[in-house]
């Protein structure tokens, strides 16, 4: 069965830093993996995805994610923090089928 | 196009008691996933539907149930309410077979006196 590890239920970065937030994987069958966003008293959005091909993802809002399979690791970077970056943030896997996974998030915290 | 409705926003049951929850999905998606969001704890997973027929199933009780209509609306039940379900219930909708993107309601907020 797949499953994903967040590393981290809360990371503070300042505004103009490098945002980074790490995901490992369990899959039995190459995955397809996932980035939702969450903003305050609002359902999830997907930021960017992976289900084939370049294994480097660009997403919204500037933010990226590679998949290396030999790491089994699909961490979100984002090259400088703003603000309106501050959310919750879940890594999600699924093994192709229909049945998605999430973490349990990352809260994302900027400092002004 | 409208997005994912879902409803109601907000409930309040006491325990022992059981509860409705409805989802509207986007025109055209004929998948539904049901979430439980609680602190913590991240997204448990606790169902799909695909064409009225549940694909998947999460490890929760049987007191969780759900279905889904030949609209591809879907409702999820939950019977004899525990204080524990208290929980925000998210419910997605699926584009293409795979779900290779989901789109999420805002939720349900339930809380169990």
């Known amino acids: 069965a797949q499953s994903v590890t967040q590393l981290g239920s809360h990371v503070s970065v300042s505004e103009g830093a490098l945002v980074l937030l790490r995901c490992n994987y369990s899959?039995?069958?190459?995955?397809?993996l996932f980035w939702y966003v969450q903003y305050p008293n609002q359902g999830l959005q997907l930021l960017l995805k992976y289900t084939t091909g370049a294994t480097l993802v660009k997403g919204i809002n500037g933010f990226e994610a590679e998949f290396k399979k030999s790491e089994t690791s699909f961490h979100l970077t984002k090259p400088s923090a703003h603000m309106s970056d501050a959310a919750e943030y879940f890594c999600?896997?699924?093994?192709?089928?229909?049945?998605?996974?999430f973490g349990k998030g990352t809260r994302l915290h900027i400092l002004p | 196009k409208a997005g994912v409705t879902q409803t109601p926003r907000y409930l309040i049951k006491t325990r022992g008691q059981q509860v409705t929850l409805s989802c509207s999905p986007i025109?055209?998606?004929?998948?539904v996933s049901w979430y439980q969001q609680t602190p913590g704890q991240g997204l448990q997973f606790l169902f799909e539907y695909f064409s009225e027929t549940q694909r998947n199933k999460g490890n929760f009780p049987g007191r969780f149930s759900g279905r889904q209509f030949s609209n591809s609306r879907s409702e999820m039940n939950v019977s004899t309410l525990e204080l524990g379900d208290s929980a925000l219930y998210l419910c997605a909708s699926g584009e293409g077979a795979t779900n290779e993107k989901l789109f999420f309601g805002s939720g349900t907020q339930l809380s169990v006196l």
């Open positions: 899959s039995s069958v190459p995955p397809y």
């Open positions: 999600a896997v699924s093994d192709r089928g229909d049945k998605i996974i």
């Open positions: 025109s055209g998606h004929r998948s």
